[in-house]
T-cell receptor, first 117, second 110 residues
Framework: DAGVTQSPTHLIKTRGQHVTLRCSPI?????VSWYQQVLGQGPQFIFQ???????GRGNFPDRFSARQFPNYSSELNVNALLLGDSALYLC????????????????FGPGTRLTVL | GIQVEQSPPDLILQEGANSTLRCNFS?????LQWFHQNPWGQLINLFY???GTKQNGRLSATTVATERYSLLYISSSQTTDSGVYFC????????????FGGGTRVLVKP
């Protein structure tokens, strides 16, 4: 079975532009989460979606938004890009509604490496 | 603030050596997981270990939830074990968002 897939793998943008990142979860997984990983740090939680509804949001500005589609795939959108948005963006899928259920495990995709010039 | 602290931050091992990585949480934690991130950025699940001990080949992990820490053991290390090891957990005070530590960067030399 395919794991979590993300596209594109790499992306170069300039300040002020907009970007859309895409994620397809593992088949049967209904929950998708997005993380930002800046070089040298651990991933930071951005959003969680379950059944097309936002279930959690991290401490990120409103320039960051996301949505989940009926097939459970997801998009992360970032507007008005800043240099500091340069990072590896990771998507993870899981079975559970909330990542607090005892059987939940997060499975990560390979990430999209975004560079903002 | 909510903290997940990993130690040591960096670790250099000779191939064949054993090592212990530690993860401390500042508050009660659920859904504790260990990950290995390879040089290309892929995060691989190692263990889901909210409590107790689990073993998978040369790796094992122990979580003592009441004392808010977890340990990852690497035995007979190989060069392919190189990378960054992260622990992560759901911290109630953080609104049940999966919170990662800063990682332990491991380099295994042949």
């Amino acid at each position: 079975d395919a794991g979590v897939t993300q596209s594109p793998t790499h992306l170069i943008k300039t300040r002020g532009q907009h970007v859309t990142l895409r994620c397809s979860p593992i088949s049967g997984h209904k929950s998708v989460s997005w993380y930002q990983q800046v070089l040298g740090q651990g991933p930071q939680f951005i959003f969680q979606y379950y059944e097309k509804e936002e279930r959690g949001r991290g401490n990120f500005p409103d320039r960051f938004s996301a949505r989940q589609f009926p097939n459970y795939s997801s998009e992360l959108n970032v507007n008005a890009l800043l240099l500091g948005d340069s990072a590896l963006y990771l998507c993870a899928s899981s079975l559970a509604r909330l990542a607090g259920l005892s059987t939940d495990t997060q499975y990560f995709g390979p990430g999209t490496r975004l560079t903002v010039l | 603030g909510i903290q997940v602290e990993q130690s040591p931050p960096d670790l250099i091992l000779q191939e064949g050596a054993n090592s212990t990585l530690r993860c401390n949480f500042s508050d009660s934690v659920n859904n504790l997981q260990w990950f290995h991130q390879n040089p290309w950025g892929q995060l691989i699940n190692l263990f889901y270990i909210p409590s107790g001990t689990k073993q998978n080949g040369r790796l094992s992990a122990t979580t003592v939830a009441t004392e808010r820490y977890s340990l990852l053991y690497i035995s007979s290390s190989q060069t392919t074990d190189s990378g960054v090891y992260f622990c992560a957990g759901l911290i109630k005070a953080a609104g049940n968002k999966l919170t990662f530590g800063g990682g332990t960067r491991v380099l295994v030399k042949p």
